[in-house]
């Protein structure tokens, strides 16, 4: 077993990826509770190409049964988002930023949850590393009452809140995390939105839809293949010359839109940081919901180079990772 390791200059930081076997596929680090290895053996650089077999629905997506109300189905790639994206991108050039500030800064009225990296779709680019480092984490139940110990001690006014993953639904204690939540917005948050965000796929998965409360809605992309459109997640905009201008600590406008992330690493200006830092492990979680004069600018200037959703991508149902992403799994030496 050998272990990678490299220094930020931006940001002064040193990351260790996991210790990985000298044959290069990724292995858990062993604070990944019952963490699961997976060789990567489709979809990534250097090794054979995805069939179309990949794109054919998963076979066990027509044996579920359907839960009362099939969702509507929200669409993570629209004409209108790249729009933005590209909008996004001219405004964090530093020039633009040196002028007229910072575009982005973290959210104080929505919050997305990432209760559990298990997941059983397998998408390619997923955001989460699901598939790429594949983990049964979950939060425990602990840091649940915590975060709502904390919103209610600072007086958090959420507008929104967003039970994530992974597949949220197949955490152990799915139904526990959700009666919490359920009980804060009844007894603290009436107009809060708690919505649970879910693939729709699955047995397990619409089993427990079939149990949710009427306080929760649902937001659900209804996959059905593993090739879904997405932005390609694992390109780090430091290792592609067109944003040698970019200034990273601008973030994006996931921080706003989605909201703050709690993770089970702590609190990120986004979901998808905590999900990074599993793999990159800078460990720069906050242990506390991060006060107003935080602008958690040491977090989007660690996390925010190596994020495919800074900025503008073009979509793509195809795997694609650049070198720092293929050397943080340990694909690359
Ligand atoms: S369903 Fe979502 S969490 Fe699961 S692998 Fe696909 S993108 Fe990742
Ligand atoms: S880590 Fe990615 S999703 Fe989060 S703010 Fe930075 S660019 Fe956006």
């Known amino acids: 077993m050998v272990s990678r390791s490299r220094s930020f200059a931006h940001t002064g930081i040193q990351w260790q990826a996991e210790a990985v076997p000298a044959g290069g596929s990724f292995a858990p680090a062993t604070d990944f509770s019952g963490a699961v290895s997976l060789p990567l ?48 991108f001219v405004r964090c050039q530093s020039f633009v930023t040196g002028r007229f500030g910072k575009p982005f800064s973290p959210s104080r009225f929505r919050v997305e949850i990432d209760i559990t990296y298990k997941c059983h779709l397998r998408c390619l680019n997923c955001n989460r590393s699901c598939t790429q480092a594949p983990s049964d984490m979950e ?17 958090m006014a959420w507008q929104r809140i967003r039970i994530l993953g992974g597949e949220p639904t197949l955490h152990s204690r799915f139904s526990d995390i959700v009666e919490l939540l359920v009980e804060y917005k009844k007894t603290h948050n009436p107009a809060l939105n708690l919505v ?10 619409h089993r427990a839809l079939k149990k949710l409360p009427d ?3 649902i937001i659900s992309t209804r996959k059905t293949s593993r090739m879904n459109l997405f932005r390609p997640f694992n390109v780090a905009p430091i290792d592609t010359i067109y944003n040698r201008f970019s200034d990273y600590t601008c973030g994006c406008r996931i921080m706003e839109d ?48 190596l994020c495919g959703h800074f900025g503008f991508q073009w979509p793509t149902r195809r795997t694609k990772m650049s070198t720092t992403w293929r050397k943080a799994y340990g694909l690359e030496p």
């Open 196 to 205: 649970l965000g879910t693939s729709y796929h699955g047995t397990a998965v």
């Open 215 to 217: 306080a929760v809605s």
């Open 139 to 155: 939060m425990p139940v602990s840091d649940i009452e915590q975060f709502i110990r904390k919103s209610i001690e600072k007086k």
């Open 258 to 305: 989605c909201g703050l992330g709690v993770t089970p690493f702590g609190y990120y200006m986004c979901a998808v940081a905590g999900g990074m830092d599993r793999i990159f492990r800078f460990r720069m979680g906050r242990d506390d919901i991060p006060d107003a004069s935080d602008d958690l600018s040491d977090q989007t200037s660690a996390f925010c180079p």
């Open 41 to 88: 053996s489709r979809g990534i650089p250097g090794r054979p190409r995805e069939t179309s077999a990949m794109a054919i629905p998963l076979p066990f997506h027509s044996r579920c049964f359907e839960p009362v109300k099939t969702p509507y189905r929200h669409r993570n790639v629209t004409i209108k988002r790249l729009v933005l994206d590209a909008c996004q």
